[in-house]
């Protein structure tokens, strides 16, 4: 686990107060104001995350209403006490299939989505396994603050195939674990949820 920079988070916070103010404020001076303190932000956040000022700039832009934690949901499936992972097409490294909480969906509902579309496998939810909050559980800094949804899912039809988003579908040991995909799963992460396989009886994780 990082130790977030002070700086990231203090930008942040200045996202968040910017964001809020550019929804709620009709005076057009304060306007100009946060629209200020959202370029200052981004350009913080660029520093601490690699990417480009007007990248985030636009990102950050894009962001509308009252500032909240983004939820992202990860499906998480055994099968002959092995993992589930698909690799990513953008950064060529493995995760949990999955992905940001769609509007109109649960989060079950979400997680059989996410595993069908990247991995081809129909599954059932069965159990809540954890919930994090990824800045206590992470290995690198990431412009937005997440809480990170872990759903135990039974296959019950289905099988292997890509996506527009994966290349390669597979089950992995926790000894052999591929080169993971940080930014969606850490190698700690995964060893959380195979205490879950070798202990059914393991509490719900939540931080």
Known sequence: MIVLDKWLEWARRIQAISQAGLHFSKDVFDRERYAELQQLSSEIIANYTGQSAEEVKEILAAQKGYPTPKLDIRGVVFQDGKLLLVKEKMDERWSLPGGFCELGLSASENAVKEIKEESGYDVVPKRLLAVLDSDKHTDKPQMFHYYKIFLQCEIVG??????????????????????????????????????????????????
């Open 158 to 207: 289905g099988g292997a195939q890509e996506s527009v988003e994966t290349s390669e579908i597979g089950f992995f040991d926790e000894t052999e674990l591929p080169p993971l995909s940080l930014k969606r799963n850490t190698e700690a992460q995964i060893n959380m949820l195979f205490g879950f396989l070798h202990n059914p009886k393991k509490e719900s994780v939540f931080d």
